[in-house]
T-cell receptor, first 110, second 111 residues
């Protein structure tokens, strides 16, 4: 157990739907990062939050949004889902040395 | 051109051999360099973390960073079948900044 908890582990949904992925960082970590890993793209940075505030944004689609709550857990919202959104979604948290990843949410859009 | 380049492999070696992995990058602002291991699309696991140029050793793993050449390496000594996985290099400009990953190298250690 890395200490970073992601739920759900698997998600199957239809095109056009909306889903929410949840991440709880390691105790004491203030930063949360979201990454997307598809078969042909590798790990792509989506967005970072630090202590509730958006810190950095990557190539995140407008259909995707995220937030970090006062208890530091984060949610990634994916809407108007397309087949191409099928991927593994990882969150990570960081402290002084190293970034720790959760076990991911496998999203399948059918 | 990608910011971080990594040979996708697969790299197949016999058990006990040295595994040699490397990445090249184009962003001279990168200062923190990491190697992750990922089994069957599970969560990446941090193996090595280095700052700036130099070598770092941890058990069977040695990481090298040459910022002048924009080239980093990971060596795995006495490789075991359990080392079979995808190895990802990652780097950032500052502590706490986003990580930029290479595409990963698939390694297969044969008994």
């Amino acid at each position: 157990d890395s200490g970073v908890t992601q739920t759900p582990k698997h998600l199957i949904t239809a095109t056009g739907q909306r889903v929410t992925l949840r991440c709880s960082p390691r105790s004491g970590d203030l930063s949360v990062y979201w990454y997307q890993q598809s078969l042909d793209q590798g790990l792509q940075f989506l967005i970072q939050y630090y202590n509730g505030e958006e810190r950095a944004k990557g190539n995140i689609l407008e259909r995707f949004s995220a937030q970090q709550f006062p208890d530091l857990h984060s949610e990634l919202n994916l809407s108007s889902l397309e087949l191409g959104d099928s991927a593994l979604y990882f969150c990570a948290s960081s402290r002084l040395y190293g970034y720790t990843f959760g076990s991911g949410t496998r999203l399948t859009v059918v | 051109q990608k910011e971080v380049e990594q040979d996708p492999g697969p790299l197949s070696v016999p058990e006990g051999a040295i595994v040699s992995l490397n990445c090249t990058y184009s962003n001279s602002a990168f200062q923190y360099f990491m190697w992750y291991r990922q089994y069957s699309r599970k969560g990446p696991e941090l193996l090595m973390y280095t700052y700036s140029s130099g070598n770092k050793e941890d058990g069977r793993f040695t990481a090298q960073v040459d910022k002048s050449s924009k080239y980093i390496s990971l060596f795995i000594r006495d490789s075991q079948p359990s080392d079979s996985a995808t190895y990802l290099c990652a780097m950032s400009e500052a502590a706490g900044n986003k990580l930029t990953f290479g595409g990963g190298t698939r390694v297969l250690v044969k008994p």
